[in-house]
């Protein structure tokens, strides 16, 4: 915003501008653009005898009674009366400035719902102001808006006001985009957009207030979506004008891994791994994102870009969230890589003082061509001779600080050094919308086609009751030679969730099972212990492996065929799908239990719903997101990408029409771009470069 609204803004109180931060409004333009929530009808009085039930209303009413009751609980009963009837007051929580307010002869008006309850017709908790006889009514409906404790509506509403005011004086509300492009999109005037959400026409009732919301609205989530492309693809562009060591094609040891290997890509494969290598072979950084469903061979992707690496004299390196993982991928890469006289440095915090040091060592000194590991190799010890290509596994488990620091280990905190390419895996497929609209700074890879030799996984809903049936078909299967997961949501007992624990549930299979060999892995465990517990399970000689969801990823035992997840409705979807993947690896028929507790809320009988009719990611993905809104679904705060607080991701047309607005305005008038960017995101857009 200009100086004068800046200023304005300063002189507020510095316990008031405190509790405007924690709803990331710091200045005027945050304010323009802090919209309502939903609107009340303070316009007209409504007399008790005419009030519909259960729809809020503004009523004038006299107190003829006040008194602390206590039944059922502890609470100030008023009962109030105009000249239609009368009803109950209750104030469940109240203090002696309400129970004075409340006093028998006050005139008030009362806005909140009447419903039947305890003491007849009544209002809870209705917000409450007195007056004097005749006062004037409101003039136009009454913005709701988000808030926290400590900050009145009333405050918001006079700070929005004198913010709009100071900003129109200053020019701040004139539009950032071109008439041209406004009149393409049918898009009303943004100051006309924001002066109708927060100052409503006296004129407009409810009903036409609804209706002119809509092109209002429409304004605000094309204007979101349009400043979140044009920041995006900035961050794309200036990307492309740094250096990156240029990989030539892939060469003989590709060649000879592939030859090596024990099955053929599918087609989905070959054709990302073109497009990565091409990639690679530019001279600025690759910033792909691989996306692939559980089980789609993302690792033989990252093994081939790090190779092309290892190939034209530079190093590898892949970093994973988990330990679990990790080594997973450490094994594999070993196994394939081996044969081609390539060792693979492992750097995790478990390692010894000693194994740590001499692996850093070749690592700076580039006798380590590749290193894979967790957050280990993010630490600032960690340092490569010549990185060139660095993979981060299932990215949205890391913070956006955390990729870039990945990054940097290959000279990229220089902005005069080349900076690996980065390639960036998920197993959580993200719906287009959300691709088009949170990744439209990435290049993105898509493997839509399993491997042969999957089979499918049939899932069953059981009901906790039916628990000992569950566990007469885990022995059956492991009689029949098979290979189980038993998969539990928390290590210690919670007094509120009330949940099985991993300890609970091993402890009491022991004992159900002990003709069987029982394991258990959590995150508590010391990492020699789960390492010796997860070789037995590989091997075969652990049958049945409880665990929590440390094996959410990583984890490929063909042999397991059963997998029972207890308490399922506390899962998210992605886990769920995530977890299910780790079964229907061989060739045996494979199924996965979803164990439940009832009763079942809302949410949780949806999610279950949605896991057992469905099997592919994108599917399980799009419904996700509609349950979650896009900032959890992309964990927006921990990855640091600003969260779209009023767009509509499930409009594909909308985030089309931004995406190719935004191209147009950087292409034709960046000036423009400039602008709407500053409105929209101020000081917010740099995490988007990471």
């Known amino acids: 915003m200009a100086t004068d609204g800046a200023r304005g803004f300063a002189e507020i109180s510095k316990p008031l501008a405190a509790k405007l931060a924690k709803l990331g409004v ?157 009149a393409a999109h049918h898009l009303m005037p943004f100051n006309d957009a924001v002066r109708m959400l927060h100052l409503p026409p006296a ?67 070959q054709r ?13 950084p690759m910033q792909r994102l691989l996306q692939g469903d559980v089980g789609s061979g993302k690792t033989i992707i990252a093994a081939l870009a790090l190779l092309q690496a290892v190939e034209n004299g530079w190093q590898g390196a892949l970093m994973a969230p988990t330990e679990i993982l990790a080594e997973q991928h450490w094994r594999k890469l070993s196994a394939w890589l081996a044969p081609l006289g390539i060792e693979v440095a492992w750097l995790a915090g478990s390692l010894r003082k000693a194994q740590k040091t001499a692996m850093l060592d070749a690592l700076r ?82 493997l839509d086609e399993l491997p042969p030799g999957r089979t499918p996984v ?19 299967a492991c009689t029949a030679g098979r290979q189980i997961y038993w998969v539990c949501p928390l290590i210690e007992e919670s007094e509120t969730l009330q949940l099985k624990t991993a300890l609970e549930t091993y402890e009491r299979l022991t004992a159900e099972l002990p003709e069987l060999r029982v394991g258990l892995v959590h995150s508590r465990l010391k990492n020699a212990e789960k390492a010796t517990v997860m070789d037995g399970f590989i091997v075969g000689s652990v049958q049945v ?3 929590t969801t440390v094996i959410e990823v990583g984890v490929d035992v063909p042999n397991a065929s059963l997998m029972v997840i207890e308490h399922a409705e506390r899962f998210g979807l992605s886990q769920l799908h995530q977890l299910r993947g780790r079964v229907g690896r061989g060739a045996a028929e494979s199924a996965c239990i979803l164990l439940y507790a009832q009763p079942l809320g809302e949410l949780a009988r949806a999610r279950l719903k949605i896991i057992f009719e469905n099997h592919d990611g994108f599917e399980i993905a799009r419904q996700d997101l509609h349950l979650r809104g896009p900032g959890e679904f992309v964990g927006a705060r921990q990855s640091g990408l600003p969260l779209l607080r009023y767009a509509d991701l499930e409009d594909a047309e909308m985030v089309e029409a931004a995406r190719t607005a935004a191209e147009m305005l950087l292409h034709e008038q960046p000036d423009a771009a400039a602008r709407h960017v500053e409105r929209w995101l101020g000081g917010r857009e740099e995490l988007l470069k990471a």
């Not at 003491?119 to 009454?142: S, Y």
């Not at 990302?272 to 600025?284: F, K, N, S």
């Open 203 to 269: 004129a407009l009732g409810p009903e036409a207030l609804e209706q002119r919301n809509r092109d209002a609205w429409r304004r605000i989530r094309f204007d979101e979506l349009l400043a979140q492309q044009i920041s995006l693809r900035r961050a794309y562009a200036a990307r492309r004008v740094r250096s990156a060591p240029p990989l030539a094609a892939p060469g003989p040891l590709c060649e000879k891994l592939l030859a090596l290997l024990p099955f053929k890509l599918t087609g989905a494969q």
């Open 26 to 182: 710091h200045n005027d333009a945050d304010l323009i653009l802090h919209l309502p929530l939903r609107y009340e009808d303070e316009t007209q009085i409504t007399l008790l005898a005419d009030a519909p039930m259960g729809f809020p209303v503004q009523v004038e009413v006299e107190v003829f009674s006040t008194d602390i009751v206590f039944r059922p609980r502890r609470q100030l009963l008023s009962r109030v009366r105009d000249e239609s009837g009368m009803i109950a007051v209750r104030l469940l929580n109240f203090y002696p400035s309400q129970q004075k307010q409340f006093a028998p002869g006050a005139r008030l008006r009362l806005y909140g719902e009447i419903r039947d309850g305890y003491f007849g017709p009544e209002m809870v908790h209705p917000r409450a102001h007195a007056v004097v006889t005749d006062a004037p009514l409101a003039q136009a409906l009454t913005p709701v808006y988000p808030t926290t404790a400590g900050l009145s509506q009333l405050v918001l509403r006079r700070l929005i006001t004198t913010a709009l005011a100071r900003a129109d004086a200053q020019g701040e509300l004139r539009d950032t985009l071109p008439e041209t492009l406004r």
């Open 272 to 284: 990302t791994w073109r497009e990565i290598a091409t990639d690679l072979a530019q001279p600025h």
């Open 458 to 476: 049939l899932t069953k809903l059981v009901a906790e009751s039916r628990r000992d049936q569950v566990v007469t078909r885990v022995r059956a």
């Open 365 to 446: 000194e580039g006798r380590a061509a590749i290193a894979v590991g967790t957050h280990a190799l993010i630490e600032e010890a960690v340092d490569f001779a010549r990185l060139g290509v660095a993979v981060v596994d299932e990215q949205q488990r890391f913070g956006v600080r955390q990729r870039l620091a990945l990054r940097q280990k290959g000279g990229g905190g220089n902005n005069n050094s080349a900076v690996p390419h980065q390639l960036m895996m998920s197993a959580t497929p993200i719906p287009r919308t959300l691709a088009m609209s949170y990744y439209a700074d990435l290049d993105v890879s898509l």
């Open 545 to 547: 492996l409880v665990s």
